[in-house]
């Protein structure tokens, strides 16, 4: 039962491994951003949101536009999805019959959400003792913060992510809108997930998992507190700088193309002149010692832009590469399909989706194992497209009971127009 990204991430990474996973979700309420803003969106409102909210082909929103959000369906592999009202009687009885043939529980809600609806491990537990729970709170399910409404954005900032992220002349209230802390967590969660079914599986035993994401991403940012605690040093916005190698993204020929080149030594630097044909500048007693090149960061930089603009951005790395030097592209989109090496690694898996009209390349498991294949099994699971299999062949439920159901509510496909 998750929202947004974090603990959406942490089902896929599990469902990709092959475990039968059960999306629920309830067709009276949409979740903020998890689907979409709105259930539908008028195409003007869809043209001025960002691509990657709603880059839905063509920017139509379609029949059903919760189902053509590029935000959710680049997470919703592999999963089967079902409808049903947690704020009814019936609806938690449904909850618990789930919880009763369920190995585990995954939710990245807010911690009070779960407690109105009356959702905790020691109600899970009494019905299913060796049910695992995971819980992945912003802060925590107890502390000050326990009732805060947070997403990625706002965990960073407290953490002080924020101030680290962005160019030097960049201050808190710049930033992007790509934040770790939400893919961080949906990684260590299904890694504890995956721990925890390892111990019940020695001992019989399930257990309550309580992974707070803000606390999970402190140790993304260790050497920046270790800095403070040790040297009493506040770091803050470097750009693309490294805090001792030489390093910049530089500007390359075409409409804004860039590449990175870092040059960790002097033994890198030596590649580098070597590979660009030794220009006199690099001669210059300014750049003698690593030390010296790195006083001179500015000047340099202006320098190797110079050699940068003249060439694409491929073929600079290319040429470095081919030198020991690192160096690589950025790339847009286009680029990354295109890409010869991502291509070959299979990165991009073509999936058919009915809901936005046909097959398109989606990002596969972050992983390759050689006697288990992970593929891209299904496409993104659709708002309760698995009704009918979850609650008659997994839960029992009958012909009757079935339509009972959907006459109170709990199954469907779609949310309600404003006519309805």
């Known amino acids: 039962m998750t929202v947004v990204w974090a603990g959406t991430y942490c089902a896929t990474l599990l469902a990709d491994l092959g475990a039968e ?112 729970m995971l819980r992945m709170p912003a802060y925590g399910n107890s502390g000050a913060y326990r009732d805060h409404r947070s997403l990625g954005v706002h965990m960073e900032g407290v953490i002080g992510h924020t101030i680290l992220r962005g160019y030097e002349d960049m201050d808190q209230s710049s930033s992007t809108n790509v934040f770790a802390a939400d893919a961080a967590g949906g990684a260590q969660g299904a890694f504890a997930m995956l ?87 690099t001669r210059d007693e300014r750049f003698k010692t690593h030390s010296s090149r790195y006083e001179n960061q500015r000047t340099l930089d202006a320098l190797i832009s110079e050699w940068t603009r003249q060439r694409g951005h491929y073929e600079v790395m290319h040429q470095l590469q081919a030198a020991g030097v690192a160096a690589g592209p950025i790339m847009d989109q286009r680029d990354a399909f295109a890409d010869p090496h991502l291509q070959e690694r299979g990165i991009f898996e073509e999936v058919y989706h009915e809901d936005v009209g046909g097959s398109h390349l989606y990002v596969g498991a972050p992983y390759k194992m050689s006697d288990m294949p992970i593929k891209i099994r299904r496409g993104p699971v659709r708002l309760g497209e698995d009704n009918e299999y979850v609650y008659k062949q997994v839960l029992g439920v009958s012909d009757e009971e079935y339509a009972e159901l959907e006459r109170m509510g709990h199954i469907g496909m779609d949310f309600p127009s404003d006519e309805e």
């Open 21 to 132: 996973v059960i999306r629920l979700e309830s067709i009276k309420r949409l979740p903020p951003i998890t689907r979409g803003y709105i259930p539908f969106p008028p195409k003007e409102a869809i043209e001025g949101l960002p691509a990657f909210v709603a880059a839905m082909p063509g920017r139509e929103p379609g029949k059903r536009p919760w189902n053509r959000y590029p935000l959710f369906n680049a997470h919703g592999r592999n999963k089967l999805g079902i409808t049903v009202d947690l704020t009814q009687p019936s609806g938690m009885d449904i909850f618990e019959r789930l919880v009763a043939v369920s190995d585990a529980f995954v939710e990245n809600n807010v911690t009070e959400t779960m407690d109105k609806l009356g959702i905790s491990y020691e109600m899970m537990r009494k019905i299913n003792p060796r049910i695992i």
């Open 195 to 281: 721990a925890a079914l390892h111990f019940r599986k020695r001992t019989g035993k399930g257990q309550l998992i309580e992974l707070a994401q803000a606390e999970n991403m402190i140790a993304y940012t260790g050497r920046f507190f270790m800095d403070y605690s040790m040297n009493e040093r506040n770091s803050s916005t470097i750009g693309n700088r490294h805090t001792s190698a030489i390093q910049g993204c530089y500007p390359c020929a075409g409409d804004d193309r860039w590449v990175n080149i870092t040059l960790f030594d002097t033994a890198d630097w030596n590649a580098f002149c070597g590979a660009i044909g030794s220009p006199e500048w």
